[in-house]
């Protein structure tokens, strides 16, 4: 830790472990010029490059995805964001407070009062390096598991890496007679800002745009900024969603709620890559290839991580390689990446249990043409 603290600022469900994209730069970076994750999700890529001093570009659908791949690039000291969050905390307004039996039991009211607060002063302006500091170190607080002693989040008992469905989590609380604590937020604020913004890291740069990736559309904003730059793409690492994983949305509602969304859940799947058969997923993932390829300088690398749901079994090799054909991108190297942690959600007291492990593999391609 240290160093690479600030990639941990909040959780995010299908994340990949730092160690991907740093072990990949590591082997094929030198000299690289700006690094691209087009499914960026918390920034796991865009921190790695920050870390081996390259400028960086992440794309995701997602609106919390965005705000956490934001922080990950901005330059702010703990003394700006604290300043920022007292600012706003004594400001004499009074939020809105979403209603219900949910959240009567999912924050204490005063707590939940402030967080009020804090969201709607950072969802009306959110313009200032310390500002999109704050919002992600709110995000990683919000809802976690309880500890009376040494409290790190806002919440009642909860899952951290996901937001749990509301009847259930009501349900759970209730049988347990499990009450939200009356935390103190600016104490939380200034332990999460010590720690992920207390340490001198290399200057963060690059941009992150909220959008799909198998449109032109976001390509064009990306290509404009590199014109400007007279830059090309020399490195994608990347993880796309794995087949039928499309709740990426609904999964973080509370979060979504936070950055503006509604306080039920969004069973949206806006933005999210098609999921409606193979071979349309299939195609989807190939517009991604080829508006990468695009933007990429010759030689340039795509490194993938990819496997499969337990809920929709497929052969995750074949699904990339059916996706990369007849795209200017050739395979080099396709390597296991051993098993998903087993455990990523074993903390959490909602866990699912039992669930079989699937392999993950490595796809390793280079930019021909
Ligand atoms: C496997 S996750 C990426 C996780 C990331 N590697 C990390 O370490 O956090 C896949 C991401 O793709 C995003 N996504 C799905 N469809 C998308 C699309 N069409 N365009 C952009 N992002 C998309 C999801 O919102 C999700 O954040």
């Not at 994340?15 to 796991?44: H, K, N």
């Not at 004594?90 to 219900?100: E, F, Y």
């Not at 509301?166 to 007679?177: Q, S």
């Not at 559309?217 to 400007?228: E, G, M, S, Y």
Request: charge should be positive; aromatic fraction near 10%; proline fraction near 5%.
């Amino acid at each position: 830790m240290g160093i690479t603290n600030l990639n941990a600022i909040c959780p995010y469900f299908t994340m990949f472990p730092l160690d991907f994209p740093l072990s990949i730069l590591e082997q094929y970076g030198e000299g690289a010029q700006w690094v691209l994750d087009p499914f960026c999700g918390r920034g796991t890529t865009n921190f790695a490059a920050r870390l081996h001093n390259c400028p960086s570009i992440g794309i995701d659908s997602s609106p919390v995805a965005v705000a956490l791949t934001e922080a990950k690039l901005v330059n702010t000291t703990v003394t700006q964001i604290m300043r920022t969050a007292d600012k706003i905390l004594s400001k004499d307004i009074i939020p809105d407070i979403p209603q219900g039996e949910f959240w009567e039991h999912a924050f204490d009211y005063e707590v939940l009062s402030n967080i009020c607060k804090i969201r709607e002063a950072l969802v009306k302006s959110c313009d200032s390096e310390a500002r999109i500091a704050l919002r992600a170190i709110m995000l990683g607080a919000l809802h976690g598991p309880q500890s009376i002693n040494s409290p790190s989040y806002f919440s009642n008992q909860c899952p951290r890496t996901y937001a749990p469905k509301p009847a259930y989590a009501v349900r759970f609380w209730k049988e347990r007679n499990f009450k939200p604590l009356k935390v103190d937020i600016l104490s939380i604020i200034k332990k999460r800002a010590e720690r992920y913004y207390g340490q001198e890291l290399p200057n963060g740069y690059g941009f992150v745009i909220k959008g799909d990736s198998t449109t032109g559309r976001v390509f064009a904003r990306v290509k404009r900024v590199l014109d400007k730059h007279n830059a090309k793409v020399s490195m994608i690492i990347t993880s796309p969603p794995y087949y039928g994983m499309k709740t990426y949305i609904a999964d973080q509602w509370i979060r979504n709620w936070f950055l503006g969304g509604p306080d039920v859940v969004d069973y949206s799947t806006n933005g999210q890559i098609k999921h409606s058969g193979k071979e349309v997923f299939i195609k989807e993932l190939r517009k991604v290839w080829n508006n990468t390829a695009e933007i990429s300088s010759r030689n340039a690398i795509l490194a993938i991580r990819f496997g499969s749901i337990n809920d929709r079994k497929v052969n995750p090799e074949d699904v990339i390689k059916d996706s990369l054909s007849g795209t200017l991108w050739e395979i080099k190297e396709i390597r296991s990446a051993g098993f998903a942690k087993k455990g990523r959600r074993q903390a959490d007291t909602f866990a699912e249990k039992n669930k079989e492990q699937i392999e993950e593999i490595d796809i390793i391609a280079v930019k021909r043409g």
